[in-house]
């Protein structure tokens, strides 16, 4: 859908031929044009002014998952979740194809400012690529009208444990960012490859980012729900800061104060006063069971008792997730956090049942490891995987 952002009205319903689910969309530039890339591979250059159908064409496999425009509008490079980076024209000829990530592209993005490679003088842009195989790429590209695209590989960023889901360039093309399944966000100088930044707020995997065009701002989206807003100071040097979430101070360690700032942060204000009467700090707070909140603080109503020991337990698991080594197959491939409803997917790998239902709901049939097309939407649930995951948990806490 074409929308109007000056009032919000809906201009135009551009339908995809093939009439498969689109799975990406960028404006050209000056927005002249605009690519929509499908689930079938299907790609189409759609003319703005008159809001029809230009040119189209197809990916010779996987689902078109990215696309990235040249700074002068007239070539652009597509993402399929087989990993190949494809180069069009505006006519919509396929001029270049680099199989870049094995395990599938994710997101692209060029650089708006060029640069020169030192040795003949030419400009080139930088373009960005990352993958479901952990690894972001620099690449260089050459964009001639005579000659079409020279693409050369520049280096791989290393930083992330996860598929990198996002990337994105400053407007000055001396950083990139990048976002994870890994829950961190890494901001890279691009003339280095050097860290400058690794942001770790987000409380899930982050799904997308963005420099602002003119101003030291950079935004953060999660499936945490949460659009995390950064601020730089360009006049401190910055290599190496790392931005955590939380303090270097373990749960235990909580004071009374530490422990009212989480019960508000959880939803549960109502029980500050409470909890600060008997003097709960984080030692106490992860002791407390079913009994105690009955017993010694009171809490008559069933649901509020549950709902504090569910928040009280995710805490207990967030502590064990941050001091003992996970074991890997008791972590969800999509979200690499332990699983509480592991549930096994038609591709005979195990998930989290939210995170695997949120995946079906928004990439429609394809299965998050291999990405191919899963034959059935049926989850079932994993009961040896999550007595294993329990008994794991009764032995960490007993030692712990």
Known sequence: MVWDTRNGRMLAVLEQPSGSPVRVCRFSPESAYLVSGAADGSVVLWNMQSLKLYRSGNVKDGSLVACAFSPNGNF???????GDLTFWDDKMRCLYNEKAHDLGVTCCDISSQPISDGEHGFRYFQMASCGQDNQIKLWLI???????????????LNGHSAPVLACAFSYDGQMLVSGSVDKCVIIYETSTGNTLHTLSQHT???????????????????????????????????????VENESKVTVEDWSEDDVSAWLCAQDL???????????????????????????????????????????????????????V???????????????????????GYSYE?????????????????????LPS?????????????SRWLETQQKYS
Not at 216 to 235: C, E, H, R, Y
Not at 325 to 347: G, S
Not at 353 to 373: D, G, H, K, Q
């Open 204 to 242: 899930r995997y982050v799904t997308t980012c963005a420099f602002a065009p003119y101003s030291p701002l950079l935004a953060t989206g999660s499936m945490d729900k949460t659009v995390n807003i950064w601020q730089f100071d360009l006049k401190q040097p910055c290599a190496g800061n790392t």
């Open 353 to 373: 049942r939210e995170a695997m239902e949120n995946w079906i709901s928004t990439r429609r049939r394809s299965s998050p490891m291999t990405n191919l097309p």
């Open 142 to 156: 050459l964009f001639a009208d005579f000659l079409g695209v020279e693409l050369k590989y520049k280096c791989t």
């Open 325 to 347: 080594t996970i074991p890997d197959e008791f972590l969800c491939p999509i979200t690499r956090e332990l699983m509480k409803d592991p549930v096994i997917a038609a591709d």
């Open 269 to 323: 204000a109502d029980f500050v006063g409470l909890f600060k009467m008997n003097n709960i700090d984080g030692k106490e707070l992860l002791n407390l069971t079913k009994e105690s909140l009955t017993n010694e603080l009171k809490i008559e109503s069933l649901g509020l008792r549950s709902k504090v020991l569910q928040k009280i337990e995710e805490l207990r698991m967030t502590t064990i997730s941050v001091s």
């Open 377 to 389: 939407l049926i989850l079932t649930p994993n009961r040896t995987l999550k007595m294993a995951i």
């Open 76 to 82: 652009f490079v597509t993402g399929s979740s087989c």
